[in-house]
T-cell receptor
Framework: GAGVSQSPSNKVTEKGKDVELRCDPISGHTALYWYRQSLGQGLEFLIYFQGNSAPDKSGLPSDRFSAERTGGSVSTLTIQRTQQEDSAVYLC????????????FGEGSWLTVV | GNSVTQMEGPVTLSEEAFLTINCTYTATGYPSLFWYVQYPGEGLQLLLKATKADDKGSNKGFEATYRKETTSFHLEKGSVQVSDSAVYFCALSDRAGGTSYGKLTFGQGTILTVHP
């Protein structure tokens, strides 16, 4: 597609439930990133994919968070046993890879845990 | 480690006023520098970038110059419009330390409101 596409755009879930957030990057972009945007924490890096591998998972806040990417394209971020502090906007981004290349962001998935 | 510090907001200006949003950074290598903008209800968009010292990024009347000596990348616009009201994020992407990819480190964001 023309831009980075994310779904769902909004998700309300009960505490303790698992959620999956999907990202479809710009065609041809080998690099894919997940960030989290929350009040008081700003924009936090979560994980980076180059192709299907994730050489940098340093930003995942706990083992309840995981992500995968298949076919060098679509990525899924999974949060298990959601907690209220997981409420945030989860942003996906993609680029051609390599520092200095523009990173393009999706509009985000707004997650609310009640 | 890498970090980005932006001037605290919110910033409130009248239309046609001059805008400066300060941004300074700390990096272990040779970063590329970016300004991203988030308009109300929209996603992050790249506003401008500079990839080496003394480069000037510019777009939509906004400018920022990569100053290595002062580790700064201040955003400026000579005459703001109501439509410029948004949140502005300064960010860096560091090539050093074995990282060959564009992991972004963001500042905390500055809310700009422009009144007619």
């Amino acid at each position: 597609g023309a831009g980075v596409s994310q779904s769902p755009s909004n998700k309300v879930t009960e505490k303790g439930k698992d959620v999956e957030l999907r990202c479809d990057p710009i065609s041809g972009h080998t690099a894919l990133y997940w960030y989290r945007q929350s009040l008081g924490q700003g924009l936090e890096f979560l994980i980076y994919f180059q192709g299907n591998s994730a050489p940098d998972k340093s930003g995942l806040p706990s083992d309840r968070f995981s992500a995968e990417r298949t076919g060098g394209s679509v990525s899924t971020l999974t949060i298990q046993r959601t907690q209220q502090e997981d409420s945030a906007v989860y942003l996906c981004a993609s680029s051609r890879g390599g520092s200095g290349n523009t990173i393009y962001f999706g509009e985000g998935s707004w997650l609310t845990v009640v | 480690g890498n970090s980005v510090t932006q001037m605290e907001g919110p910033v409130t200006l009248s239309e046609e006023a001059f805008l400066t949003i300060n941004c300074t950074y700390t990096a272990t290598g040779y970063p590329s520098l970016f300004w991203y903008v988030q308009y109300p209800g929209e996603g992050l968009q790249l506003l401008l970038k500079a990839t080496k010292a003394d480069d000037k990024g510019s777009n939509k009347g906004f400018e920022a110059t990569y100053r290595k000596e002062t580790t700064s990348f201040h955003l400026e616009k000579g005459s703001v419009q109501v439509s410029d009201s948004a949140v502005y994020f300064c960010a860096l992407s560091d090539r050093a330390g074995g990282t060959s990819y564009g992991k972004l480190t963001f500042g905390q964001g500055t809310i700009l409101t422009v009144h007619p």
